[in-house]
């Protein structure tokens, strides 16, 4: 490897790095209006040490208890607590002795302790699945496995400190949900295949591919009097919005353009990777044959990436899907249910944006490939 690689490399690494750090450093300045609830009681890490009621039947999701807990963390670390636990199915859990659990407690007037199970503590086995995820990302990849990883952690930065507080601070979904599109899609790429000819080529695919999946569900949805104020979490965002200055009706539109990302980047990066192949091995083609061929390639992605698309939003409303069945809810009526409109705009708008970049996207790649430099 000569000091230009390695110099290329080392950018790769390093530029990045300063630019998540200036966000972070921006998303530091947003002051935030508390919202919630001021009440003395911390929520700790526990382990079960002794079963005082038991009214469960020795069933989960059954009757309650009253347990005896050591803390494991935070300022009452190595003391005892007394918890009730209602053993319920959305808080709570079936506790036995050695059970790991969260709880929530509270200091008396007396100084005692006391307070109620929150539920099983599974940051363990968030962990150990992160680090099965890491070493298997290392392993097989190899240096690609490294880039991605570093890619990884400054898509999740980017959500966490450019998008959602700007969304927060008031900005309209769409342009929110573009910028930090964008920023994510143009530095991942940097970091997996350096400043190159397929970097850009792939930028500009994969933007104008998003934008139109945003877009034209801010059409349509706009057209069914659709927005964020018809979603599941409304009542939560709205409450926000009363502290600040957070668009709510725009938000759904920023969470399909954020979603579909994947999906269509993937489809930009491999046709261009397949024409610049194609165009390594057939110099001679002209642009009419690369564009055919990109086309060719396209086809085949299409279906698969339209399944991954349609399958992940049907993965995320099988309850709703479960509710409609069971209730055998007449066609007119499903038609108007907000939860199963919503998921129908989010897929089709997004397999529409992932359909359209294919020939965005060689028609990018095969006209600068086949200019004279």
Request: with cysteine.
């Amino acid at each position: 490897m000569n000091k230009r690689q390695q110099l290329s490399i080392l950018l790769r690494i390093l530029l990045p790095g300063v630019i998540l750090v200036g966000i972070m450093l921006g998303s530091f300045q947003v002051s935030r209006a508390s919202i919630k609830p001021g009440t003395s009681h911390s929520y700790v890490q526990a382990v079960v040490t002794e079963i005082l009621t038991d009214y469960s039947g020795g069933r989960p999701f059954n009757g309650a208890q009253t347990v005896a807990a050591r803390i494991t963390s935070g300022v009452w670390k190595g003391q005892q607590v007394t918890l009730s636990n209602s053993n319920s199915y959305q808080q709570g859990a079936f506790c036995q002795v050695g059970t790991k659990i969260v709880a929530v407690v509270q200091s008396g007037a007396d100084g005692s302790l006391n307070g109620s199970v929150y539920n099983y503590d599974r940051t363990g086995m968030v962990y150990a699945l992160a680090a099965l995820f890491v070493a298997g990302l290392v392993l097989v990849g190899g240096r690609k496995g490294f880039a991605t990883l570093w890619a990884l952690v400054f898509t999740f930065g980017c959500v966490a400190f450019l998008y959602v507080p700007l969304l927060y601070r008031g900005v309209n979904g769409i342009w929110a949900g573009t910028l930090t599109a964008v920023m994510i899609l143009a530095v991942s790429l940097y970091i997996l295949n350096g400043w190159s000819r397929k970097t850009r080529c792939s930028i500009l695919g994969t933007t104008l591919g998003v934008m139109i999946s945003g877009g034209l569900a801010m059409l349509l949805g706009t057209a069914g009097h659709l927005n964020g104020y018809h979603a599941s979490d409304a009542e939560s965002m709205v409450y926000i919005a009363s502290a600040s200055g957070l668009d709510v009706a725009t938000i759904l539109y920023a969470g399909i353009l954020i979603s579909c990302l994947g999906a269509v980047m993937d489809v930009s990066v491999s046709i261009t990777a397949a024409l610049e192949e194609i165009r390594a091995k057939a110099p001679t083609l002209s642009l009419r044959e690369l564009v055919r061929s990109g086309l060719t390639v396209g086809h085949d992605m299409i279906g698969t990436m339209s399944n991954t698309l349609i399958l992940a939003y049907t993965g995320t409303a099988t309850g709703t899907l479960l509710t409609l069945y069971a209730y055998e809810m007449p066609y007119i009526q499903m038609m108007s249910y907000n939860a199963i409109v919503i998921e129908i705009l989010s897929g089709l708008c997004g397999t529409i944006g992932v359909v359209l970049t294919v020939p965005i996207q060689t028609l990018i790649t095969a006209f600068v490939i086949t200019r004279k430099k």
